[in-house]
T-cell receptor, first 113, second 113 residues
Framework: EADIYQTPRYLVIGTGKKITLECSQT?????MYWYQQDPGMELHLIHY???????EKGDLSSESTVSRIRTEHFPLTLESARPSHTSQYLC????????????FGSGTQLSVL | DAKTTQPPSMDCAEGRAANLPCNHS???????VYWYRQIHSQGPQYIIH???NNETNEMASLIITEDRKSSTLILPHATLRDTAVYYC??????????????FGTGTLLAVQP
């Protein structure tokens, strides 16, 4: 079983609130990723990190921001949530040298009212 | 990265082998084929990957044609728990410059009792 954890599992919040989605892994993986997925649709990469203090934007433009202060922690923040941010957010990690073998968390289902 | 083509859906009887095809006719010599699956409301799960030789692990077998333009993922004895969306992804090398996986729409495999 993968040791990557996302909290909360579900979040319902009002428009304009600031939120942080947590993602932690205990595998010592250097690379971490955030994907966004709408129901029945493809996963879209929104952020990734090659290591501590390294973050890059993904293929899908997102108003969210990320930080990587510690190897094991890769939180995603929305400063002002809007209904268009309603989606599932999936965090993943992998270690250099083992190809594209990603380990995914269970995801956070975000609903913005 | 090479584009992949998969059927949108397939059915399989429980206990029978499930054979999921994938076309990747523009694959380059150094591109690996990866398979993931995503059970409803969960994060994707790595299954297997290969370059040109057939591969087998505890979850599945991967058969890659000699010209590498297509591959088949085989679940030898499908169970109801194998019902999921299966993604075939072609990625360059190991730990390439962009280090990203691009998930398409995949094949929804429905295992019938």
């Amino acid at each position: 079983e993968a040791d990557i954890y996302q909290t909360p599992r579900y979040l319902v919040i009002g428009t304009g609130k600031k939120i942080t989605l947590e993602c932690s892994q205990t595998m010592g993986h250097d690379k971490m990723y955030w994907y966004q997925q709408d129901p029945g649709m493809e996963l879209h990469l929104i952020h990734y990190s090659y290591g501590v203090n390294s973050t890059e934007k993904g293929d899908l433009s997102s108003e969210s921001t990320v930080s990587r202060i510690r190897t094991e922690h890769f939180p995603l923040t929305l400063e002002s949530a809007r209904p268009s941010h309603t989606s599932q957010y999936l965090c993943a990690s992998r270690i250099t040298g083992e190809g594209e073998k990603l380990f995914f968390g269970s995801g956070t289902q975000l609903s913005v009212l | 990265d090479a584009k992949t083509t998969q059927p949108p859906s397939m059915d399989c009887a429980e206990g029978r082998a499930a054979n999921l095809p994938c076309n990747h006719s523009t694959i380059s010599g150094n591109e690996y084929v990866y398979w993931y699956r995503q059970i409803h409301s969960q994060g994707p799960q790595y299954i297997i990957h290969g370059l040109k030789n057939n591969e087998t692990n505890e979850m599945a077998s991967l058969i890659i044609t000699e010209d590498r333009k297509s591959s088949t993922l085989i679940l030898p004895h499908a169970t109801l728990r194998d019902t999921a969306v299966y993604y075939c992804i072609v990625r360059v090398g190991h730990g390439g410059a962009t280090n990203k996986l691009i998930f398409g729409t995949g094949t929804l495999l429905a295992v019938q009792p």
